[in-house]
């Protein structure tokens, strides 16, 4: 059994969907528009390494930013563990800026 569907519904629908067909046309529109990244890229374990010494942090008080274990952080710098999608993304971000991680 179908549903009444609210003018007001139906109005929004269909002007979002004029607004979507404009800007694939090219015309200006006022939508907002995120690009969500891609998956992290896999760091090597000397990348973690240096990462961490930029920060002049130990181990442990990188796993503790990172909201890891301190096994986790050795693992990866010996290259005996990877790295999860969550972790790599911090990692890619504080690759950029060191002091994101300091800050409170």
């Known amino acids: 059994?179908?549903?009444?569907?609210?003018?007001?519904?139906?109005?929004?629908?269909?002007?979002a969907l004029a607004d979507a067909n404009g800007y694939e046309r090219?015309?200006?529109?006022?939508?907002?528009v995120t690009e969500?990244?891609?998956p992290?890229?896999?760091?090597?374990?000397?990348?973690?390494?240096r990462?961490?010494?930029?920060?002049?942090?130990s181990q442990a008080k990188f796993a503790q930013f990172l909201c890891v274990s301190p096994k986790a952080v050795q693992s990866w710098?010996?290259?005996?563990r990877r790295p999860q999608r969550t972790a790599l993304r911090l990692l890619a971000l504080v690759k950029e800026n060191p002091r994101v991680l300091l800050r409170g």
């Open 36 to 38: 969500i990244p891609g």
């Open 26 to 32: 090219g015309r200006r529109v006022d939508l907002r």
């Open 51 to 57: 990462i961490r010494e930029r920060l002049h942090a």
């Open 40 to 49: 992290p890229q896999q760091m090597k374990p000397d990348e973690i390494r």
């Open 1 to 15: 059994m179908a549903r009444k569907v609210s003018g007001r519904l139906y109005k929004g629908l269909r002007e």
């Open 77 to 80: 710098e010996q290259g005996t």
